[in-house]
């Protein structure tokens, strides 16, 4: 359900960039302020290292709230379907004959091996049905099992409670979310993401092209790696060469939406515009790194000419404390344009994975010396560091453990 149109949506990212402009170059013309949250926050190292945690993590989390697995893009066509691999069972979503999104346990109903397997470049090829490796049982777009070869084997078993064994999927505004857990209620989109629904429908995603995909695993908690993507104030030191030189480190406009966020880092250009009479600015291109809570990740940037990009970051919980796991799609906006304008994105997204690298650099040495803190040592969030202490803050209240 979608009742906002594309002209709509320009019009809307045009006025919520101009008053992020307003906000950042506010910020530069004061020598360099940042919005704040009303006072540091302290927290628990075990917030990140203590195995009960994760454990409540898991189940009153990732298996309770929808996650994004991916953009109604890599689905377009009957038949095309979408693994869900990063967290909890394997689960396969496939777009059905009528068009329709489901997702099923990517479990055979034999005796349970894998249906369905991402090629080397992680995406599936288009099937009429899924048939499994092992025996050739056959199942429907739909889940409904239709082949079974040797049936007289199976005489006395209730075929009929063989199909595949269905889990909630939810395609909105071009992002497909899921909930990894099986016999659960159906998703309610607008509910989880409230007002920040109007911002993410503006990204009009349901048009963004897929560039390419990668993963990375690091050893630290999901929280460390998530955590670096919250706050501008390590720009200066980590990002020296980087994103410290193109923008300024500790400036921030941060705009709260119940769990989710976004967040702003204003880039040199702005400085340009101090003094400036509004009339007198460039249009501002709408960007920023949005949060859907807990683990997701949208960076929507200029790509240079010709349009923006958004980079989309996954984190999942490992199997321990100490491990993660990030999935990253690199999307153009409003689909693929002239191959000048993909070499800018290549280009932009090779700076980006060096980011990267330095960001979860960071968060690995932070994770290990954190398992062996002395007692009582805490972590601080600053007052700067606000999105870090809505993230914590909805985790503590989510599992039911004050911060
Ligand atoms: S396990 Fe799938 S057909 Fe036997
Ligand atoms: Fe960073």
Redesign the pocket.
């Known amino acids: 359900m979608n009742d906002i149109t594309p002209a709509d949506s320009a019009e809307r990212r045009r006025r919520v960039a101009r008053a992020i402009q307003r906000r950042m170059v506010a910020h530069v013309a004061a020598g360099g302020t940042t919005d704040f949250a009303s006072g540091p926050l302290e927290n628990d190292p075990a917030a990140y290292t203590d195995p009960a945690r994760a454990e409540l993590e898991r189940r009153e989390i990732f298996l309770k709230v929808p996650l994004v697995a991916g953009l109604s893009r890599a689905v377009p066509r009957p038949g095309d379907s979408l693994l869900f691999e990063e967290f909890g069972q394997s689960i396969v979503i496939v777009r059905g004959r009528d068009g329709v999104l489901r997702a099923f346990l990517n479990m055979c109903t034999h005796r349970g091996t894998k249906l369905v397997r991402a090629g080397a470049d992680g995406t599936c090829e288009r099937r009429g049905r899924m048939t499994c490796p092992f025996h050739a049982w056959t199942f429907e777009l739909d889940g409904s099992l239709v082949g079974v070869p040797g049936r007289q084997g199976f005489e006395g078993i209730d075929m009929s409670r063989r199909n595949l064994i269905q889990v909630p999927v939810a395609e909105w505004n071009g992002i497909v979310f899921v909930r990894a857990a099986a016999g659960s209620d159906e998703l309610d989109i607008p509910a989880y993401l409230g007002a920040f629904a109007p911002e993410l429908a503006q990204l009009e995603l349901a048009d963004a092209a897929p560039i390419r995909s990668s993963s990375l695993a690091a050893d630290c908690n999901w929280k460390c790696a998530l955590d670096?993507y919250g706050e501008g104030y390590?720009f200066a030191t980590?990002?020296a060469s980087t994103i410290g030189v193109s923008h300024y480190g500790n400036v921030a406009v941060f705009d709260d939406f119940g769990p989710h966020w976004r967040i702003n880092f204003p880039d040199r250009r702005v400085k340009a515009l101090v003094g400036l009479p509004e009339s007198e600015w460039p249009e501002a291109d709408y960007g920023g790194v949005h949060f859907l809570f807990p683990n997701t990740v949208v960076v929507v940037g200029s790509g240079g000419p010709g349009g923006a990009f958004v980079r989309m970051f996954r984190i999942f919980p490992g199997q321990t404390p100490g491990t993660m796991s990030c999935r990253i799609e690199v999307y153009a906006l409003r689909g693929v344009r002239a191959d000048g304008d993909r070499a800018g994105e290549f280009a932009q997204d090779d700076a980006e994975s060096d980011?990267t690298r330095?960001?979860y650099r960071v968060a690995v040495d932070g994770y290990a010396n954190l398992v062996s803190a002395p007692a009582g040592f805490t972590v601080v969030y600053g007052r700067n560091e606000l999105a870090l202490q809505s993230l914590h803050r909805h985790i503590a209240r989510a599992i039911g453990v004050p911060l």
């Open positions: 670096t390590h980590l990002h980011v330095e960001d």
